[in-house]
């Protein structure tokens, strides 16, 4: 699953971090390092972690077939 | 194209053309979808991938904690667009509608976005530039060819320039374990963007974690070996660094060339458009039917006095693209100006560096919060008495306030008290920034208008 | 208005439904109590002014507390302990944050929480199990107070053996943070006094014990840190546990309790729930919203006068922040009395915002995930005994005293 993170938004609260801890990391106290492709396995945790974000700044894919990003016809 | 009729017409069976799939040119097909767009849309990208993020390039994907064909970004919702990725646009024919691209091929629009971006300003003598092992940052097979590198265990990595890229690759090597060694024609890093208060923090952080800091030097040569691989950096100072990987990185260079002769505003500032990103041509007149979006562009902004800025900002390429295409399908009524402001995020040697405003129009700095020598503080910056821009280390739940100052035109120094407003906070300094005369990378916001008070323009009339 | 408001906001006659008083609140933003604290209630001056460097929490700026219930009461902590986090501003508070978490979550302890998962889950099985009689359940009694003090008590290494003498304690303090005007301010801070004591010489002796044979658990390595921060005073380490433990415990009861209420009163999202728990995220998410465990915020103050919607808040003024307002004002939500855990733009205040928000919430939103994914599972046909429920004193840390259910039966 592809996410991003909006870092403009993000102060860090870390929220995502503690519940999905194999997608998100903090990096010192404050800074955001996460996984920009994550596993399926990981799933519910991205969604608890993207729900509790209180700033809304975690983006996950919305389109459940990537395949549909580049079929390149002309 | 005008009138109600050719609106609706728009929406329903038109043709919107995109040059430049990342960012911008993704979020805004979304928009266009979202906002009911019907039509045919046309995604064009110089790069063979589809839309990814960059920011992780310089972070995660060094740290090896990512990969660079990882970074594909998420999708708000399906976009049902024909995709032209891997081949460059060319040329762009305004009276005909059509965009030119590198296979020949033309594609026409009834409307058209630019977000062509920037590229990596590459080391400028071109024998050096293609040494084995010199890189520059700023695509995913930039990333994907330099972690490689870093993950054979080079003795030495020599970063050029210190902006925010130079440091944050220079943080992921001492993360890495790897020497490294950074030069800066500044007197210390991010100086362009935050000036030397702050820069003189940078500088400790970097010396601190390891890195072999140089500031003040050029790099007259790269020095190759038989086999084409670049051995040694030599300095102005004199001083020679021996090294296997060298990372350029000296700011970007805006995507416009492919507009040359198109009598679109364009040249090496990027695409002026209006507040509402409509663009320019050479003749000053704005089009009805291009836009601008995302790092290329330069607008005029209220907040700052109508300057024509160019932000390489991820949240304005996400901002200005979701406005661009929300003016395209709209009457002239109902177009919102394009006012984000500015912000930025770095994240390096550990610590989350964010940024409102435009410090780089800053004369003075107060340390409003915290304290330097702790690197937890707000900064916050003055222009002609009034706040114009504040950076914050490790403290970015107190910004939101700063913008408001911002955008309020708070009068500057702040002169209410604060918690942690600390008795060297009181009196702002100089910000110190580097003669805007003498070129440098990563301010990340140009003021790439005229004021008034330039007189390096003289007008000369035309026959 | 005078016997205002926010007298009737503190009355007990309304604790069940306040938020038609909030509506009425929200009317003047920023409201002034005769002489006394400056009420904001809607949602962007509300988030604004947790942002805002020019607010302090610390009970020393505040110019006069002679109009102020709650703020005296509050000033009882300072005879015992030094003040918690809660109560400082930076840089003390981030120092003390910062060391405070250093055990408890990233970027150094990323695996404490998430791995309190299957330990969670046991402990409300367990506490499902022992349910007992269907026909007769009180909730808060039998699931929602034992749990989180449970996890607490876990979390930090008090033997669980002791849990009940928290119990009493943690109780005594919680109410003693009740602004109920009517009740008598010296004999309630007297008991609270005594609680603290108590409570106070019962983790000095464990945090000894934990100094001498530290365990994997939190006071352990409070006790014994050794970050860049050094370690707490033994003093400060106190006013820590004393905060955790009781913010730990006395919100999430409500956030459990007002969250099973709250799904009982609407049938349908308990139903979606039952059949699918992953639910259970946004319902927590949307609860936090709708009927947050903590009311408002009644211990701050400007440290210079401060303009808020054209009223002037005068330095020194006591500041309450009344989130659960802020959280239904119709500027922000569409809907706002409509509970809907398919609410997508859900920037809730429920944990604050902030340098201060909420320490324990990643615990928390844990913990009441499990408990309602579990209880809407295993109960079968729950209903309300009792709507409205009887009500806890507290206007602050809101949620009902006791919950009166029955079922069917417990499912396996």
Known sequence: MRLVVDLNRCQGYAQCAFLAPEVFAM???????????????????????????????????????PAEAVSDER | MSGDGSLEWLRREGRIVVVGASLAGLRAAETLRE??????????????????????????????????DGTALPRRRALDATWRLGVAATGLDMAAGRVRLADGDEVPYDRLLIATGVRARPWPRPEEAELDGVFVLRTRDDSTALAR????????VFVIGAGFTGSEIASACRERGLAVTVAERAAAPLVGALGGVVGAVAA???REHGVDLRCGVMVTALEGDAAGRVRAAHLSDGATIETDVVVVSLGATRNTEWLAGSGLGAGPRGIACDAGCRAFDIRGIVTDDIYVAGDVARSPHPLFGYQFLSLEHWGNAVSQAEIAAHNMLSESADRIPHMWVPAFWSSQFGVNIKSVGVPSMGTEIVVAQGSLTDRRFVGVYGYQGRVIGAVAFDHARWLPFYQ??????????????????????QRPMDADFPDPSVPTHGPTVTLSGYSPADRRMTFTPAH | MTRSLLHEILDYANRADPYPLYEELRKTPVHHVDDGAYVVSTYYEIRSLLHDPRISSEARHLASTAHDPLAAAAQEEDGVLPPSFLRLDPPEHDRLRRMTNRPFGPPHSPHRVDGMREELHGIVSDLIDGIGDPGRIDLVDQFSYPFP????????????????????????????????????PAERGKEAHEARMQLGMYLAGLIEQRRKNPRDDMLSALATAEGPDGAMATMELLSTAALLLIA???TTVNLVTNGMLTLLRNPDVLRRLRADPRLAVPVVEELLRFEPPVQLLPQRTPLADIEVRGVTIPKGASLWLVLASGNRDPQRFENPDRFDPDRRDIQHLGFGSGIHSCFGAPLARLEAQLALSELARRLDNPRLLQDPPPYRQNAVLRGPRHLPIACDGIRP
């Not at chain 1, 996460?34 to 991205?46: F, G, I, M, N």
């Not at chain 3, 979390?155 to 003498?165: F, I, K, N, S, Y």
Request: proline share 11%.
């Open chain 2, 149 to 156: 590198r870093l993950a054979e265990g080079p003795k030495r």
């Open chain 3, 248 to 250: 730990g415990h006395e």
């Open chain 2, 404 to 425: 408001e100052l911002i955008e309020t035109t708070a009068p500057f120094p702040p002169p209410f008290p604060m918690v942690d407003r600390r008795p060297d906070g």
């Open chain 2, 204 to 206: 400790e952080l970097q």
């Open chain 1, 27 to 65: 990096h010192g106290e404050e800074a955001l390092l996460y996984h920009p492709q994550a596993d399926e396995a990981h799933r519910e945790k991205l969604a608890q972690a993207a729900a509790a974000c209180p700033v809304q700044a975690i983006l996950v894919d919305a389109v459940d077939a």
């Open chain 2, 35 to 68: 906002k009911g767009f019907a039509g045919s849309l046309t995604m064009i990208g110089d790069e063979p991938y589809e839309p990814y993020d960059r920011p992780p390039l310089s972070k995660q994907v060094l740290l090896g904690v990512a990969t660079a």
């Open chain 3, 149 to 184: 003090v449970t996890v607490i008590c876990r979390l930090l290494g008090v033997p669980r053996e002791d849990e009940a003498r928290f119990h009493s304690w943690a109780d005594t303090i919680a109410a003693s943070l009740d602004p109920d005007p009517d009740a008598d």
